[in-house]
T-cell receptor, first 112, second 114 residues
Framework: DAKTTQPNSMESNEEEPVHLPCNHS???????IHWYRQLPSQGPEYVIH???SNVNNRMASLAIAEDRKSSTLILHRATLRDAAVYYC?????????????FGKGTSLLVTP | EAQVTQNPRYLITVTGKKLTVTCSQN?????MSWYRQDPGLGLRQIYY???????DKGDVPEGYKVSRKEKRNFPLILESPSPNQTSLYFC?????????????FGEGSRLTVL
């Protein structure tokens, strides 16, 4: 899988939107962009994924740049429960190992 | 409720004493895998299984064994645990055949080997 780059940490106020960036300049045409998050003392949790078009679900939105070299996970109204480490991961059908390359992720702090 | 269940959640053991961490999923998923999480190293895949009786090594398989005799269960076996296997372990499963589907993770098993 191609490499992703994320800021180590970000901070947000409760009930405000949060934009978590991810750079993936070496992304290939078959790579899907996945986001997972890991709450304290829990296993990773799927958030959203996309290929080319922007995606929305009940948890978040994913905005993908036109050249696909970057993407942004958007939490529309951060809550204290959203404090977690967020991982941006590229996944390809051609990856025979099937392992998720989590990297270090972005640690999101949400303050009341 | 759809879930991946691991047991035990916490275990302290001694070097050389064989142990098994069980993993069970109730979603009829074909794909299952094991990860370990260590500070500074992130999550690394140990073994994975594409279906019953089909298993393969991940990135860090040394010192571990797995088996997949039934679709729902994927136990992780440490035949002779050593202190460097002290870690937080996660089991995961995925339903679709594509490599791009959502992974469901268990809550983790924290293992300490003295």
């Amino acid at each position: 899988d191609a490499k992703t780059t994320q800021p180590n940490s970000m901070e947000s106020n409760e009930e405000e939107p949060v934009h978590l960036p991810c750079n993936h300049s070496t992304i290939s045409g078959t790579d899907y962009i996945h986001w997972y998050r890991q709450l304290p003392s829990q296993g990773p949790e799927y958030v959203i994924h996309g290929l080319t078009s922007n995606v929305n679900n009940r948890m978040a939105s994913l905005a993908i740049a036109e050249d696909r070299k970057s993407s942004t996970l958007i939490l529309h109204r951060a809550t204290l429960r959203d404090a977690a480490v967020y991982y941006c991961i590229l996944r390809s059908n051609s990856n025979s190992g099937y392992a998720l390359n989590f990297g270090k992720g972005t640690s999101l702090l949400v303050t009341p | 409720e759809a879930q991946v269940t691991q047991n035990p959640r916490y275990l302290i053991t001694v070097t050389g004493k064989k142990l098994t961490v069980t993993c069970s999923q109730n979603m009829n998923h074909e794909y299952m895998s094991w990860y370990r999480q260590d500070p500074g190293l992130g999550l690394r895949q140990i073994y994975y299984s594409m279906n019953v009786e089909v298993t393969d090594k991940g990135d860090v398989p040394e010192g571990y064994k797995v088996s997949r005799k039934e679709k729902r269960n994927f136990p992780l076996i440490l035949e002779s645990p050593s202190p460097n296997q002290t870690s937080l372990y996660f089991c995961a499963s995925r339903g679709d055949r594509a490599n791009t589907g959502e992974l469901f993770f268990g809550e983790g098993s924290r293992l300490t080997v003295l």
